[in-house]
C-alpha cells in the first residue's frame, strides 16, 4: 500500500495565537514494501508526519492518500478504523500503554477491539508473541513483571497483532541496551523481509538508516529538504554537518583511514562493506587471511 503526500502542509493550533507549523508543502510518496527511514533534527516535523500516516492527524491543507483512502482537512473522523489497523503505529517507549493483567490480553486487545472473535484474537496473541522473540510462557504473566525490553516487544506485538500492512516506528530503540537495540532492529528487518511489511522508520541512529532503510527522508523545519538513498543521502559530508546530521560510524571511521592512506572506490556505509573494502588493503602475509 503506498502512501502519498500530496502538498500536504500542518500548522498546530490553528487560528490561535499559538499557530505553529508542523509540516510545510510536503510532496512525496512512500512506496508499498519499502523501508524508509526519516531523519532530522529535533523539532523537523518527523512525528508531525508520522502521526499524517494514519490520520491520526489530518493535513492543514492539501492530501494525503492512505492505499485508496484520501485525507484532506474535510475529512470526517469517522470510518478512519480501516487505516488504524492497516497502518500500526509503534509510539516512542511504547510499552507505557500496556495496561492488561496478562500478556495475552494485552496483545489480543486491539484485534478484539476491532470486531476479531475472542478464540481468533488469542490464537493471534501466540503467534505474535512468538514472532516478536519471546517464550509462549511469558502469555500468562503480567506485562509488568518482564524486562523493559521484553515489555517493549509486547508492545509491538500488540500492533503486529492487528495484521497491519505498514509498521510505522518512531525511535522504536531508545532507552534500550546495544545488544537489545541490535537485536529489535534486526526483528524489523525480519519482518519486513519475511512478512513482506512496509517499514517507516523516526531515528536519530545514522547507522540504523545505512543498515536496514533502501530509502531516506530528511526533515528541516517542517520541510522535506532531501529524499534518495542511503548512499546518495550521506555522500555530501558537508551537508550533513550543516543540517545537524552526522554519519553512520562505519563511514566516519573509513574517512579517518582515507586520511592516512587507504583508499575506498566509494565510502563504506556498513561494516560488512568497510571490511570488504580493507581485506585486500592490509600487509597480510601468504596463507595468513582467513577468508
Ligand atoms: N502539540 C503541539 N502543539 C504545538 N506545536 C507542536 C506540537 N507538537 C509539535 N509541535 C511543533 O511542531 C514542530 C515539529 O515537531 P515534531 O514533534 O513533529 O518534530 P520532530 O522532528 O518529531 O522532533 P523530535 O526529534 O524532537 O521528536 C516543532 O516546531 C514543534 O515545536
Given amino acids: 500500500m503506498d502512501i502519498t503526500f500530496d502538498h500536504v502542509s500542518y500548522t498546530y493550533q490553528a487560528g490561535t495565537p499559538f499557530a505553529g507549523e508542523g509540516l510545510q508543502d510536503i510532496s512525496v510518496t512512500i512506496h508499498d514494501g519499502s523501508y524508509?527511514?526519516?531523519?532530522?533534527?529535533?523539532g523537523s516535523g518527523k512525528s508531525t508526519l508520522l502521526q499524517h500516516l494514519n490520520a491520526l492527524l489530518k493535513p492543514t491543507s492539501g492530501t494525503v492518500t492512505i492505499g485508496d483512502r484520501q485525507i484532506t482537512s474535510e475529512t470526517s473522523n469517522k470510518n478512519l478504523k480501516p487505516l488504524r489497523q492497516q497502518v500500526g503505529m509503534v509510539f516512542q517507549f511504547a510499552e507505557n500503554q500496556l495496561f492488561e493483567q496478562t500478556v495475552a490480553r494485552d496483545i489480543a486487545?486491539?484485534?478484539?477491539?476491532f470486531g476479531v472473535p475472542e478464540a481468533k484474537a488469542n490464537a493471534l496473541a501466540e503467534q505474535m508473541v512468538t514472532l516478536v522473540g519471546l517464550p509462549a510462557s511469558v502469555l500468562s504473566q503480567s506485562p509488568f513483571d518482564l524486562s523493559g525490553g521484553q515489555m517493549r516487544r509486547v508492545a509491538i506485538a500488540g500492533v503486529l497483532a492487528m495484521q497491519p500492512s505498514v509498521l510505522v516506528l518512531d525511535e522504536p530503540t531508545a532507552g534500550l541496551d546495544p545488544a537489545g537495540r541490535r537485536d529489535m532492529m534486526q526483528l524489523f528487518a525480519k519482518l519486513h523481509r519475511e512478512q513482506h511489511l512496509t517499514v517507516v522508520l523516526v531515528t536519530h541512529q545514522m547507522d540504523d538508516v545505512a543498515d536496514y532503510a533502501d530509502h531516506v527522508l530528511v526533515m528541516d523545519h517542517g520541510r522535506l529538504v532531501k529524499t534518495g538513498t542511503p548512499r546518495e543521502i550521506f555522500a555530501d559530508p558537508v551537508w550533513l554537518t550543516a543540517n545537524q546530521l552526522g554519519l553512520p560510524k562505519t563511514t566516519q571511521m573509513a574517512m579517518a583511514l582515507q586520511r592516512?592512506?587507504?583508499?575506498?572506490?566509494?565510502?563504506?556505509?556498513?561494516t560488512s562493506a568497510l571490511a570488504a573494502a580493507l581485506l585486500p588493503q592490509l600487509p597480510v602475509k601468504a596463507g595468513e587471511r582467513d577468508e
Avoid at 486487545?109 to 477491539?113: A, D, Q, R, S, V
Wanted: hydrophobic residues 40%.
Fill in 260 to 270: 592516512r592512506g587507504f583508499k575506498f572506490a566509494e565510502l563504506p556505509l556498513t
Fill in 109 to 113: 486487545f486491539g484485534p478484539k477491539n
Fill in 36 to 42: 524508509t527511514a526519516i531523519i532530522g533534527h529535533t
